[in-house]
């Protein structure tokens, strides 16, 4: 059974810094694409970085220079450090596994149920 738990988000100060987690389980981490999504009420899920099964990173342009995405293949678990937070940051942020690299939806097929982060001014 596929698992993707989130863990690590909470409120904080605009400027100040977030580490998300994403363990999963049952499925070949090491062979996915990951990523971290978004989303705000109201507003579609948009893709935020991802990472393919060697280390290579997109990110979205309005988080570039901002966030680090990173996975430890070894320990099945993808991380975020969100660095310079703002209050448009705010939003659910969702970890999901896919077979290729892409900042759209459609190729993710796994997903967790994602971590409320909330930026404050």
């Known amino acids: 059974q596929v698992q993707l738990v989130e863990s690590g988000g909470g409120s904080v100060q605009s400027g100040g810094s977030l580490r998300l987690s994403c363990a999963a389980s049952?499925?070949?981490?090491?062979?996915?694409?990951m990523g971290w999504f978004r989303q705000s009420p109201g507003k579609e899920r948009e893709g935020v970085a991802v990472?393919?099964?060697?280390?290579?990173?997109t990110y979205a342009d309005s988080v570039k220079d901002r966030f680090t995405i990173s996975r430890d293949n070894a320990k099945t678990t993808l991380f975020l450090q969100m660095n310079s937070l703002k209050t448009e940051d705010t939003a659910m942020y969702y970890c999901?596994?896919?077979?290729?690299?892409?900042?759209?939806?459609?190729?993710?097929?796994?997903w967790g149920q994602g971590t409320q982060v909330t930026v404050s001014s």
């Open positions: 990472i393919n099964s060697v280390g290579s990173t």
């Open positions: 999901a596994a896919g077979p290729f690299a892409s900042l759209r939806v459609p190729p993710f097929n796994f």
């Open positions: 049952g499925f070949p981490f090491s062979n996915y694409v």
